[in-house]
């Protein structure tokens, strides 16, 4: 344990930082970690395993409970298989740049953090400890499962992915009266409405996206073109929006989009997946597995 000093736990959190500081979207945990071993020269002890994950280097481990002061300290939010930084993360990066330094302030705001829970008697002083450990196992798991279902939505092809968004709009309770063919579709894939015959404003017009790259604004307003006055125009995209497409939609007054990006389409997916049908299902088979998750 000797190798797990601060100033090591510091300059694995610099470099993930580093990472994402241009990224505020965040970045898929897996993909985040695949990065570190070409920018970091690890030891042999870091590039060993613990027994208990032998498929796992002992750094993924390590990092990861270095990581927990820096979420405590409100630097690093951690989401659906995603790691991304807050601005509070991104000052502190700017403003302890001694590795030492900058692991230490993170865990003083963890240690704080720690004091401030109530106790009960009967708890043993280990106990944060093993939830710790507990969090770590549920934080891997989740992750992984987050990135098996992303890299299923970047490999479905792209007219699935259509239909599958059609699939969700009828299992929300929309009627959806045309999908567009393969072929140019003119900047419109679905066309829906909220009654059976049309005749209740609005027309919701629909763009589909499967991508990895996050659609920009110029891509948002190439879409706006083809809304009218009374149309609701709704953008999915699984490659997530940019900031600036992000801003675009929220501050429009007469034509209204909605932005869908990867992880609120999944968020619908789930709460409505009971209402798909069994060949909508299908297109995204999910199955829930319950246990008991640690506590915050």
Do not use: C
């Not at 241009?22 to 898929?28: F, L």
């Not at 930084?85 to 704080?112: I, V």
């Not at 710790?132 to 990135?147: H, L, M, N």
């Amino acid at each position: 344990m000797a190798d797990i000093t601060p100033r090591r736990n510091g300059q694995l959190l610099r470099e993930v930082f580093s990472l994402l500081l241009d990224k505020p979207e965040g970045v898929r945990a897996k993909d985040l970690l695949a990065k570190l071993p070409s920018r970091i020269e690890f030891t042999e002890f870091e590039k060993g395993s613990y027994a208990s994950s032998p498929g796992s280097p002992r750094w993924h481990k390590i990092l990861r409970f270095a990581s927990i002061a820096t979420v405590k300290a409100g630097w690093l939010v951690k989401e659906k298989g995603s790691w991304r930084l807050t601005d509070e993360g991104r000052m502190a990066f700017s403003e302890f740049k001694d590795p030492e330094a900058f692991y230490r302030a993170a865990d003083r705001a963890y240690q704080q953090w720690r004091a401030s829970r109530p106790k009960r008697e009967e708890e043993p002083d280990d106990l944060e400890d093993q939830v710790e450990g507990i969090r770590i196992s549920y934080e891997q798991a989740s992750e992984d499962a987050w990135a098996e279902i992303t890299d299923h939505l970047q490999r479905i092809d792209p007219y699935e992915f259509q239909e599958l968004v059609a699939d969700l709009l009828k299992a929300m309770g929309y009627h959806v009266s045309w999908i567009a063919p393969k072929g140019k579709d003119y900047g419109v894939d679905i066309i829906a409405y909220t009654d059976p015959l049309g005749a209740t404003k609005p027309r919701i017009k629909v763009q589909v996206k499967r991508r990895s790259d996050a659609i920009g604004v110029e891509g948002l307003r190439a879409f706006m073109s083809v809304l009218g006055e009374d149309d609701l125009g709704i953008f999915v995209s699984s490659g997530g929006f940019s900031k600036d497409a992000d801003d675009q939609a929220r501050l429009q007054e007469r034509r209204k989009v909605t932005l869908i990006d990867q992880s609120r389409l999944l968020d619908l997916w789930v709460e409505h997946y009971g209402k798909l049908s069994q060949e909508a299902q299908q297109r995204m088979p999910l199955r829930p597995i319950y246990f008991l998750a640690p506590e915050d």
